[in-house]
């Protein structure tokens, strides 16, 4: 007996009950192999039950049938974000770690928050970690979150829920036609004919783009919120920035620009250290004298990075010193009480004591001469 494809084919066909409808699923990588071992087994089936001329009607059938599947072409691997990140609400202040999980998401470049390009701390096929940075100027609402592609492309941010449901086409049960990544699933009929997926087509085309295609949105939403530790410190700015704590700390006449800082730090939840205190009994050099504090801070690299003059990273919150002859020292020590960043350059104010003030802006601080340095308060 021969043992050729042709009789393989015919072998397996003629084992299933003729009465039976039978599912094949095609790779449509490998649907050529499959359509050539389908035209075998029509043809054995064909042979036996009506002849030559049947045989030839039912090759070409199941040839059509052939061609309008291979048309389909699944479309390349493309990055897709899911909709619904890990963490929804971040703090002004920046710093959390965010992850959004995807599919081929290695293919992912770059990630931007509010427009600004991200650390990408942790990339894998299916998930992305990064950083989400401190709000522009403090700022609280809604920023979106955009991933691109290697060529700069934005990438779909779906609702993983319309993914599966997006791959439905045809009549269902009926033709038995489904577009679902590279796979397509065909009836045979009882004659062993592989019956048509779909009317034409044009039909099946539409229906492998719409699958490609599930519901995108425009990007991913963060949400900024106000840091509670800053909401604490301002609240007491505001309130003692005119009338003294008294009752609490003491009042250095004529100089307790520093001394209010390190009350409205306190404020915030910043804990004494042996370098950093106040207490009925006396206190630390850092606590009252602007220069020593800057010396303090330097030490503090876990809660306080020095940006020196750069004001883009400034935010409400952080503490500002002049150096008003401009002979290395500080001679001044504010907060800064509100921050706006326009074409022209990044504003700042500040509150303090000595020269009491809610938004003196620092711009008319050095007018007469003199710099101002930031401290990024973390």
């Known amino acids: 007996m021969q043992n050729t494809p042709f009789h393989r084919a015919r072998a397996r066909v003629a084992a299933l009950p003729a009465t039976t409808m039978r599912r094949v699923v095609l790779s449509t990588a490998a649907f050529g192999a499959v359509a050539a071992c389908a035209l075998g087994a ?6 036996a039950a009506t002849g030559p001329k049947s045989l030839t009607d039912a090759a070409q059938a199941s040839l059509q049938n052939a061609e309008l599947v291979a048309s389909v072409t699944p479309a390349p691997a493309e990055p897709v974000v899911f909709d619904g990140a890990s963490i929804d609400e971040v703090p002004v202040t920046g710093g959390t770690e965010v992850s959004v999980e995807g599919t081929d998401l290695t293919m992912v470049a770059a990630v931007a928050v509010d427009g600004d390009e991200v650390e990408i701390i942790e990339h894998a096929d299916d998930a992305i970690a990064f950083e989400v940075p401190a709000s522009d100027a403090g700022r609280t609402g809604d920023v979106d979150v955009t991933f691109l592609d290697e060529d700069g492309a934005e990438v779909s941010v779906v609702d993983p829920a319309s993914v599966g449901d997006a791959a439905s086409v045809g009549d269902g049960a009926a033709n038995g036609a489904s577009v679902a990544g590279t796979e397509l699933v065909q009836v045979l009929t009882d004659d062993g004919v592989l019956a048509p ?62 001394n209010f800082t390190s009350q409205s730090l306190a404020a915030r939840g910043w804990k004494f250290t042996s370098q950093w205190y106040y207490t009925a009994a006396g206190y630390s050099p850092s606590w009252i004298s602007s220069t020593a504090l800057r010396d303090y801070l330097a030490t503090q690299t876990n809660r306080a990075t020095d940006l ?62 003199g710099s101002v340095y930031f401290w990024s308060i973390h």
Not at 224 to 242: C, F, G, L, S, T
């Open 42 to 47: 029509v043809a054995a089936n064909s042979w």
């Open 197 to 258: 997926v779909a009317d034409d087509a044009d039909e099946l085309d539409a229906a492998a783009a719409d699958a490609s295609d599930p519901a995108a949105s425009d990007a991913l939403v963060l949400t900024y919120v106000p840091d509670p530790a800053i909401e604490r410190q301002m609240d007491y700015v505001m309130k003692h920035w005119n009338s003294y704590n008294s009752a609490e700390y003491i009042v250095i006449s004529g100089a307790d620009c520093a």
């Open 308 to 369: 020196g003059s750069d004001r883009s990273q400034v935010k409400v919150g952080d503490v500002a010193q002049f150096d008003w002859d401009n002979s290395g020292d500080r001679d001044h020590t504010t907060i800064v009480s509100r921050v706006e960043h326009t074409d022209s350059g990044t504003k700042v104010w500040v509150a303090g004591h000595t020269k009491d003030s809610d938004y003196w802006n620092v711009d008319e601080a050095i007018a007469s001469g």
